[in-house]
């Protein structure tokens, strides 16, 4: 799979190099079910229609640059995982966009035209709720036409649990809230996050969301084994409540399996 940056300086030379595929759109933060049921479906268009398949996402958040950097959204997997998974999912092609005022400025017609059209897509997928262009004028009812019928589109619906619509912001609310185990219903898998351990403290890597204070039943695994335990996060830090064997130390992984008590509110208000 290729990753591949895309802004305003270099979006021409790649229109040059693109070749015909089907795209999924959208930011895929944590790549839960809904995301992972809208590539799916560009994999199977794709091998029906014999063309690569590509991911069309954009960084920073939408949300954070349309804010006017009001709004910070606590990402939920940094972009390595991310590439990782894609890959496995059978993606040719990773395109990240550059999302900043002047492309969040485009009309919904100059964004079929440059980003998809001008990088060879033949069909999109996104789901039900997707829009492009300035103010999100722009939705898939119209995609069509704003390419002046040389993209075909395919709508997934809303992929729903418990009666509501699965969502990475859904998926962050529950992490705040330290309901990890409700995760592997959502994402498919229990939430991880890759830290460092330096044999005394925990050091989080960026782009991942720690679980709202409180203490947690959890998993430490590397590539020399494993172990579960208990730890305790305060003040958007990691602390173990027990030793950690040496085989541990450096890069690690913590699986997020329960939570066993909230955060006492004095540690909370400290």
Same mark, same amino acid.
């Given at each position: 799979? *290729?990753?591949?940056?895309?802004? +305003?300086? &270099? =979006?021409?030379?790649?229109?040059? +190099?693109?070749?015909?595929?089907?795209?999924?759109?959208?930011?895929?933060?944590?790549?839960?079910?809904? $995301?992972?049921? @809208?590539? $799916?479906?560009? !994999?199977?268009?794709?091998?029906?229609?014999?063309?690569?398949?590509? @991911?069309?996402?954009?960084?920073?958040?939408?949300?954070?640059?349309?804010?006017?950097?009001?709004?910070?959204? $606590?990402?939920?997997?940094?972009?390595?995982?991310?590439?990782?998974?894609?890959?496995? %999912?059978?993606?040719?092609?990773?395109?990240?966009?550059?999302?900043?005022?002047?492309?969040?400025? =485009?009309?919904?017609?100059?964004?079929?035209?440059? !980003?998809?059209?001008?990088?060879?897509?033949? $069909?999109?997928?996104?789901?039900?709720?997707?829009?492009?262009?300035? +103010?999100?004028?722009?939705?898939?009812?119209?995609?069509?036409?704003?390419?002046?019928?040389?993209?075909?589109?395919?709508?997934?619906?809303?992929?729903?649990?418990?009666?509501?619509? /699965?969502?990475?912001?859904?998926?962050?609310?529950?992490?705040?809230?330290?309901?990890?185990?409700?995760?592997?219903?959502?994402?498919? +898998?229990? !939430?991880?996050?890759?830290? *460092?351990?330096?044999?005394?403290?925990?050091?989080?890597?960026?782009? !991942?969301? =720690?679980?709202?204070?409180?203490?947690?039943? @959890?998993?430490?695994?590397?590539?020399?084994?494993?172990?579960?335990?208990?730890?305790?996060?305060?003040?958007?830090? @990691?602390?173990?409540?027990?030793?950690?064997?040496?085989? =541990?130390?450096?890069?690690?992984?913590?699986?997020?399996?329960?939570? /066993?008590? &909230?955060?006492? %509110?004095?540690?909370?208000?400290?």
């Amino acid at each position: 799979m *290729e990753t591949i940056h895309i802004n +305003r300086s &270099n =979006l021409a030379e790649w229109q040059k +190099r693109a070749k015909p595929n089907v795209m999924a759109l959208g930011c895929f933060d944590g790549l839960h079910h809904g $995301h992972c049921t @809208v590539i $799916h479906t560009a !994999y199977q268009k794709a091998k029906e229609k014999q063309t690569d398949l590509a @991911v069309m996402s954009f960084f920073p958040h939408p949300k954070t640059v349309i804010s006017n950097g009001k709004v910070h959204v $606590h990402t939920l997997m940094p972009l390595a995982e991310k590439e990782a998974k894609l890959r496995k %999912m059978g993606v040719d092609t990773f395109y990240i966009v550059e999302f900043d005022k002047e492309f969040a400025a =485009l009309s919904p017609e100059q964004f079929v035209s440059q !980003y998809l059209d001008g990088l060879g897509v033949v $069909h999109a997928v996104a789901g039900f709720d997707f829009s492009y262009g300035s +103010r999100g004028a722009g939705n898939l009812d119209r995609l069509n036409q704003d390419s002046g019928g040389r993209i075909d589109v395919t709508m997934v619906e809303k992929v729903e649990l418990w009666g509501e619509k /699965i969502s990475s912001t859904c998926i962050r609310e529950r992490l705040l809230n330290g309901k990890v185990a409700e995760l592997p219903d959502l994402l498919g +898998r229990f !939430y991880e996050t890759e830290c *460092e351990w330096d044999g005394e403290v925990f050091i989080l890597c960026p782009s !991942y969301t =720690l679980p709202g204070a409180g203490k947690y039943g @959890v998993t430490l695994n590397n590539k020399s084994g494993s172990v579960q335990t208990e730890v305790t996060v305060i003040q958007e830090r @990691v602390q173990c409540t027990a030793d950690i064997p040496p085989f =541990l130390k450096g890069k690690l992984l913590i699986v997020w399996q329960k939570q /066993i008590q &909230n955060a006492p %509110m004095k540690l909370l208000i400290s």
